[in-house]
């Protein structure tokens, strides 16, 4: 099938399935050597990081008591829900961009347009709320060594406080931009590296605190029970609390897998790997985090777990010190891990844009050396180092995933119209029980998007408006399909 007419308005125009496998075939230039293995590391570098080691405990403590780990079960059903259709358009679609490239292709420029606009601020602001998070344990496991952070460079712009900038963070948001503008399969062996010390991490915990599991703790299992409702905080303000309440919170754990397939053009075999790379990080991601809660929850009450360092707190109490050093050195490689697949993600979301004429052309410049979009890269680096180095950024996770709870909407539903539109077009990988899986995909990222506060709706407003201010005066205009 043609992609639709060049004359048709922006909001029409359209790439067809046709025309994006072409696109890969003829070769863009990029360097093609990720495996599977490298391309699920990328996955679980995006999805294990400061959930795992965060807010399985404090989503316990507040929300869902031991019964957390059927919020991790519930908020995994809609994620996996939303991963398969991912799967299925990764199987046809192996293009840089991920849910821009398949919006671009099913619901046309528009569309298109503002889903690739909504990513770049969602994986920028991801990176350096990130970033802020890694500065914090580097700085704490660098006090235990004796060498702290002088008080200026120790955090966000707070003169009073005598500090000016938040220097780690800022160092690793630039050198992260540095290794991924090298050849990619150097960054991702790296990548690998870091994703094994904190799976090891993780298995730590469930080995080591296994043996000390008190089933007392588990009981009752649902203090709080199943379905969301309002209790008064320790504040006095209303809180929701609930199996359901705590998915809410813990679904934003469990995404992440969606940056491997901006890695397209950079795999040996997208077609069969992406697919599979997409559901191993999530299934290996959810069984860690299931383990993980059953086993925190058995050590200590419940009630034990309010803490920013959770899993430290919990192994402090039981005198293994060593458990919680070791925990807290891989928390710092998680953490590294998610900045990398993130910004990974977004400098490939703006490069598949520019490549399209929607952002200006020298964004789309390949490193000449190393085949990577360093310049995308480069400056990625540079925005979330400025943003994670002075701005004190609280609350942002609403309008970060505001973002990605859109994204699910539109891949869900574009199945939904491929299948219908084009039932018997090749697909390496078939999302199971359509309409349903879709279905419940679109209803729950609605529901979770419905609970977020009328200000993140606001700014994410705003955010469009820009968007579509650039759109018609820039993009649409010089469009490539245009």
């Known amino acids: ?111 298109a347009w503002f889903i690739g606009w909504d990513l770049l601020l969602e994986y920028a602001l991801v990176v350096a709320v990130v970033a802020i998070g890694w500065s914090g344990y580097a700085q704490a496991l660098l006090v235990h060594m004796g060498m702290p952070v002088p008080t200026w460079a120790s955090g966000s712009w707070d ?20 290794l991924l503008s090298l050849k990619t399969e150097w960054g991702a062996k790296f990548n690998t590296v ?65 940056t491997l397939t901006t890695a397209a053009e950079e795999s040996v075999n997208p077609q069969r790997d992406l697919p599979r790379a997409v559901l191993l990080s999530l299934g290996i991601a959810l069984a860690l985090y299931i383990a993980m809660s059953l086993v925190l929850t058995g050590i200590v009450p419940y009630t034990e777990l309010n803490s920013p360092a959770p899993v430290a707190a919990a192994f402090d109490s039981l005198g293994l010190t060593w458990v919680t050093i070791v925990v807290s050195i891989a928390a710092v490689a998680g953490i590294t891990s998610v900045i990398f697949a993130f910004m990974l993600a977004c400098a ?7 490549r399209d004429g929607l952002l200006p052309g020298w964004l789309e410049v390949l490193h000449p050396e190393h085949k990577t979009p360093y310049r995308p890269t480069l400056l990625a680096g540079a925005v979330t180092a400025v943003i994670a180095g002075i701005f004190p950024i609280r609350q942002v996770a609403e309008l970060v995933n505001i973002g990605t709870l859109s994204a699910f909407v539109l891949i869900c539903a574009s199945v939904l119209v491929l299948r219908k539109r084009e039932p018997e077009l090749k697909r390496g990988f078939r999302v199971p029980l359509v309409p349903l899986i879709p279905v419940l995909g679109i209803g729950f990222s609605l529901w979770l998007m419905s609970s977020l506060p009328a200000v993140t709706w606001q700014m994410f407003a705003l955010w469009l408006v820009i968007g579509l201010v650039i759109y018609k005066g820039y993009g649409e205009k010089r469009s490539k399909l245009a």
């Not at 003169?159 to 540095?178: F, H, S």
């Not at 490939?348 to 520019?354: G, L, P, Q």
Request: charged share 10%; net charge neutral; proline share 4%.
């Open 1 to 111: 099938m043609a992609g639709t007419a060049g004359g048709a308005s922006g909001w029409r125009r359209r790439k067809s399935i046709d025309q994006l496998q072409k696109e890969y075939a003829k070769n863009t230039g990029m360097r093609r050597s990720l495996g599977l293995w490298q391309l699920t590391g990328i996955g679980l570098g995006g999805i294990i990081g400061v959930g795992i080691f965060v807010l399985t405990g404090v989503v316990a403590a507040t929300q869902a008591g031991p019964g957390v780990t059927l919020s991790f079960l519930v908020a995994g059903i809609a994620s996996a829900a939303a991963a398969l259709c991912y799967a299925e358009f990764a199987s046809m679609i192996p293009v840089a961009g991920s849910a821009y490239t398949y919006s671009y292709s099913v619901l046309g420029e528009g569309p």
């Open 159 to 178: 003169p009073e406080a005598g500090r000016y900038v938040d220097l780690p963070a800022v160092i690793i948001c630039l050198a992260i931009a540095w």
């Open 194 to 258: 870091l994703v094994f010390v904190k799976l090891f991490a993780a298995l730590l915990v469930i080995v080591a605190g296994i043996s000390y599991v008190n089933p007392a703790n588990w009981q009752p299992f649902l203090p709080f029970g199943f379905w969301p409702h309002e209790v008064i905080g320790e504040n006095g303000e209303l809180v929701k609390v609930g199996v359901v309440a705590g998915a809410a919170v813990v679904f934003f754990a469990v995404f992440g897998y969606d």
């Open 348 to 354: 490939r979301i703006a490069f598949a844009m520019s």
